[in-house]
């Protein structure tokens, strides 16, 4: 009997050791892009909140400022997506059969 891993894996790849330092690679990355998003979140709302409480800028200005910041931070986080293997060659197409 054939363990699930077997059934569904593309010939090879059970034995491509690259795939592990991948994951490795792709993980350190979300990790960076993670911490960059929490910090720039923090520094928006450190200076949007104290602006809004003081009557500086409008409540309505701080919250689309706020939803801007946070597709910024979207567009940011796909730049993890655009990952390139640790090995230094090009990801393989799967196989179609």
């Known amino acids: 009997m054939t363990s699930a891993l077997h059934r569904f894996a593309e010939p090879g790849e059970l034995h491509d050791l690259g795939k592990p330092v991948e994951a490795l690679h792709l993980g350190r990355k979300a990790r960076r892009v993670s911490t960059q998003y929490v910090v720039f979140a923090l520094l928006v ?36 997506g655009r990952v390139t293997p640790a090995s230094g060659r090009a990801p393989t197409p799967p196989v179609q059969s």
Do not use: D
């Not at 949007?48 to 931070?73: D, Q, Y």
């Open 45 to 80: 709302l450190t200076l949007l909140i104290p602006l809004a409480v003081t009557g500086l800028v409008s409540v309505a200005f701080a919250v689309v400022a706020h939803e801007g910041s946070e597709l910024l931070a979207v567009a940011n986080g796909l730049r993890v």
